[in-house]
């Protein structure tokens, strides 16, 4: 994985970032897309996406993935979540390492990732906001807003529907509310939906049906945390709380593996807070020069799809890297794709949804959008970038 650079407050380069220096997620040896594949090498799935991360085989396999709880941020709690902590290195309870969640740092994003196996280039949500081709129009692949077909929009078979298919015991165990929303069709799909409201629940329910077949592939999922971090900050009281109830909850279902298994316990992004000034975030809506020529501004405050009118996306680049270039890492869409920002490779039905400018946050700034963005521009914790804070998630494990 290439390293990120080291930033102190107020440090700022004399000229623009060059795109070449931000780190790259480890598509294909470290990456969110590698998890389940790996995880589930031993169950022998027939289509399932390569990886080069390796993981010891299990009959039984569980995924729990905590919204929000990105490795520096646990590793910066040890107070709160000793029990995730414990894992975090080799010890007798298990093994830790950091993993990338994919660019964009967003949960639709690292969702899909997660769910298909495959990076962002490939199953297309490429972030929280992006332009829909067919109609020119911005689409919310969080809420799927505009409406648009789902298998057409994600057409790659979920893991979970490999597994089903090859008689693998598959499941999603979550809250009731996700069962039916578009996002859970494209990337966690296949095998049994199981709604459960409570956090306590949900474990449980997960260890039965992990135990439930001699081949399983469970997945469960929390979001709570990641709830008090947008609206409160990750430096607050209630989301030190929710971190605790996660630590709770990971050892709750970890005491109730049944033989033959694997936990492995991650997340889709971490998080950061950014001050209210205008010099943290600058609020594009009052921003005359960073709005010219722009015909649609999509993805989110720390990781911006910039849209160009015809003809104006040279003029747009220029313009956002002289603004913004010593604290973002401002690149053409080919220079994004080039890089292998969104994987090793991108699909055609892919390319027209990513910006024809990407800016991407290294320092402590936002570009918000307060008037057209009001509720996402009023949060406190932000995240899309692929700075540490934000791009390293946990993978931990626990066997039986």
């Known amino acids: 994985m290439a390293q990120p650079l080291t930033v102190g407050p107020g440090s700022h380069d004399p000229a623009p970032l060059d795109p070449r220096t931000a780190p790259v997620p480890s598509y294909g040896s470290g990456s969110l897309s590698d998890l389940i594949p790996a995880a589930a090498a031993g169950l022998a799935l027939p289509g399932m996406p390569a990886t080069g991360l390796e993981l010891a085989p299990a009959d039984r396999v569980c995924v729990f993935l905590v919204d929000g709880m ?48 495959l990076p962002p280039g490939s199953h297309g949500l490429a972030g929280y906001t992006v332009r829909d081709p067919a109609t020119g129009r911005l689409m ?13 929009w994600q057409p790659h078979p979920t893991v979970f529907q490999l597994a089903d298919a090859a008689g693998v015991a598959a499941c999603q165990v979550s809250a009731p509310t996700f069962q039916h929303t578009p996002l859970t069709k494209v990337a966690l799909s296949g095998g049994a939906f199981h709604g459960r409201l409570t956090g306590d629940e949900r474990m449980d329910l997960a260890a039965d049906r992990l135990g439930a077949a001699d ?25 030190r709380g929710q971190l605790m109830m996660v630590d709770r909850l990971a050892q709750r279902l970890a005491e109730q593996l049944p033989p033959r298994s694997a936990l492995y316990i991650t997340a889709d992004h971490g998080m950061i807070d950014i001050p209210f000034d205008p010099d943290s975030r600058i609020d594009y809506d009052d921003d005359w020069e960073l709005g010219a020529g722009v015909a649609l501004l999509g993805g989110e405050a720390r990781a911006r799809h910039v849209y160009a009118v015809p003809g104006a996306a040279a003029d747009v680049f220029t313009v956002w890297s002289e603004v913004l270039g010593e604290q973002m890492w401002v690149a053409t869409r080919e220079d994004a794709v080039d890089l292998g920002w969104f994987g090793p490779r991108v699909d055609a039905r892919v390319l027209g949804r990513i910006g024809d400018v990407i800016a991407v946050a290294r320092d402590d700034i936002a570009v918000i959008a307060s008037r057209t963005e009001p509720g996402e521009s009023s949060m406190v914790g932000l995240h899309g970038s692929m700075v540490p804070g934000e791009q390293l998630v946990p993978l931990l494990e626990v066997r039986s």
């Open 70 to 117: 990105g490795w520096e941020l646990l590793r910066a709690h040890p107070d709160e979540a000793p029990f995730l902590t414990s894992l975090m290195h080799t010890s007798m309870n298990g093994t830790g390492r950091p993993m990338t969640a994919g660019f964009p740092s967003t949960t639709a994003t690292s969702l899909a990732s997660v769910g298909t196996g």
């Open 215 to 239: 081949r399983t592939l469970v997945y469960t999922y929390y979001s709570e945390l990641d709830s008090m971090g947008h609206r409160y900050g990750v430096d607050s009281d209630a989301w």
């Open 140 to 152: 919310n692949q969080l809420r799927w807003q505009p409406w648009t077909d789902p298998h057409v």
